[in-house]
């Protein structure tokens, strides 16, 4: 099993619409999570962190759940330019340094 | 607006010729990571360092890539000898540690062709 797992995808959604991804992570002692979007032949670019209590960023809420070892990414009325591939980002610490892991990516394409 | 830079921005080699890829981390940024990315494997660590110091470079092939920071304004990635399945974009990331929220910023890439 993948230490992160993403559904690549991809989501064609209308614009307007409301669309969720999922990211999964199998090391119960993860501690940071974050979301990061990447534009075709583009660095990836933060888009939010993750925290326990949940976060909302004007479209776009982040919500973790430790339980069921998931962070989620909603967004609201998509819009053209929401269209990229969104990564989760999984950060443990272990012996003074962090481990950081990558998904591979969910792409999104919104539809006029 | 500070950002991180990476030169060159595209190489194009051909295999077993020496590359190295520079990555200007942003001033008072103090770890800085290395990652490959490819279609197939999407976005892999390669080394990772704080303080200038290397923490963890296991994701790295060590028979040719190497990856050192000379001074906290430059990190350098090397490969020697070039292979075609090291064509990828490289991106060099650089954050400031603090606690459990590191946040990384990346460069914009450095395209490698090994042909």
């Known amino acids: 099993r993948k230490e992160v797992e993403q559904d690549p995808g991809p989501f064609n959604v209308p614009e307007g619409a409301t669309v969720a991804f999922n990211c999964t992570y199998s090391n119960s002692a993860s501690q940071s999570f974050f979301w990061y979007r990447q534009d075709c032949r583009k660095e990836p670019k933060l888009l939010m962190s993750?925290?326990?209590s949940g976060n909302e960023d004007g479209r776009f809420t982040a919500q973790l759940n430790r339980a069921s070892q998931y962070i989620s990414l909603l967004i609201r009325d998509s819009k053209l330019s929401d269209s990229a591939t969104y990564l989760c980002?999984?950060?443990?610490?272990?012996?003074?340094?962090?481990?950081?892991?990558f998904g591979t990516g969910t792409k999104l394409q919104v539809i006029p | 607006d500070a950002r991180v830079t990476q030169t060159p921005r595209h190489k194009v080699t051909e295999m077993g010729q020496e590359v190295t890829m520079r990555c200007q981390p942003i001033l008072g940024h103090n770890t800085v990571f290395w990652y490959r990315q490819t279609m197939m494997q999407g976005l892999e660590l390669l080394a990772y360092f704080r303080n200038r110091a290397p923490l963890d470079d296991s994701g790295m092939p060590k028979d040719r890539f190497s990856a050192e920071m000379p001074d906290a304004t430059l990190a350098t990635l090397k490969i020697q000898p070039s292979e075609p399945r090291d064509s990828a974009v490289y991106f060099c990331a650089s954050g400031l540690a603090q606690g459990v929220t590191d946040t990384q910023y990346f460069g914009p890439g450095t395209r490698l062709t090994v042909l």
């Open positions: 980002v999984v950060n443990s610490h272990s012996g003074g340094y962090q481990k950081v892991t």
């Open positions: 993750v925290y326990s």
